[in-house]
Nanobody
């Protein structure tokens, strides 16, 4: 099974930027859709952004226009560029491989990594 390792989190002031990375252990990573999730304290994990194997992207409404998901197949790496960060973006961020059901809903299929903490605070 593909191992995923997230990195790039940290403490940033509101309005700041961070770029998260997710490195996969296998090249088969490129055949799957991929996504970034986040989980804030006391809340359920939520899907933030997705990128299909063809490069099509989607975002949850709260991050549209501020976050950008991308992937570098040559490096087996997924990225999340986060700009104009808000305190409500504070969470542990995870990546995962995705499959899509018949109605278009994405589901994670890989093992969860340790995640990377993002804290937005002044």
């Amino acid at each position: 099974q593909v191992q995923l390792v997230e990195s790039g989190g940290g403490l940033v002031q509101p309005g700041g930027s961070l770029k998260l990375s997710c490195t996969a252990s296998e090249s088969s990573f490129s055949t799957y859709a991929m996504g970034w999730y986040r989980q804030a304290p006391g809340k359920q994990r939520e899907l933030v952004a997705t990128i299909s194997s063809k490069g099509n992207t989607n975002y949850r409404d709260s991050v549209k226009g501020r976050f950008t998901i991308s992937r570098d197949i040559t490096k087996n790496t997924l990225y999340l560029q986060m700009d104009s960060l808000k305190p409500e973006d504070t969470a542990v961020y995870y990546c995962n491989s995705l499959v899509r059901d018949i109605v278009g809903t994405y589901y994670p299929i890989g093992s969860w990594g340790q995640g990377t903490q993002v804290t937005v605070s002044s």
